[in-house]
Nanobody
Framework: QVQLVESGGGSVQAGGSLRLSCAYF????????MGWFRQAPGKEREGVAG??????SYADSVKGRFTISQDNAKNTLYLQMNSLKPEDTAMYYC???????????????WGQGTQVTVSS
């Protein structure tokens, strides 16, 4: 069974930085992508960044500000978030599965989420 555990969320002022971590446990297929998604109150969940076979993809809203990386030796996924904006405020989820771009498939594994709050 796959388990994903996020950490690193918090409250920061606009322009600040945070690094999210996602420790993953269990067998994850080499064919699976890993990524970060977020959901703000009253909005649908959206893909933020993904990584598969060493290639990365980003939502337009975070390009140039966020960086996704993966340390396979530590079974950990990261999301470095710089130049944070109030509109980045959301619950951030780590995920693993078969993605189409930054859209999660039906059999995606999800973490419990970590809250990021950016104040102006």
């Amino acid at each position: 069974q796959v388990q994903l555990v996020e950490s690193g969320g918090g409250s920061v002022q606009a322009g600040g930085s945070l690094r999210l971590s996602c420790a993953y446990f269990g067998y994850i297929s080499n064919f699976y992508s890993m990524g970060w998604f977020r959901q703000a109150p009253g909005k649908e969940r959206e893909g933020v960044a993904g990584i598969a076979y060493g290639s990365t993809s980003y939502a337009d809203s975070v390009k140039g500000r966020f960086t996704i990386s993966q340390d396979n030796a530590k079974n950990t996924l990261y999301l470095q978030m710089n130049s944070l904006k109030p509109e980045d405020t959301a619950m951030y989820y780590c995920a693993s599965g078969r993605f189409r771009g930054l859209v999660a498939g039906l059999n995606t594994y999800w973490g419990q989420g970590t809250q990021v709050t950016v104040s102006s």
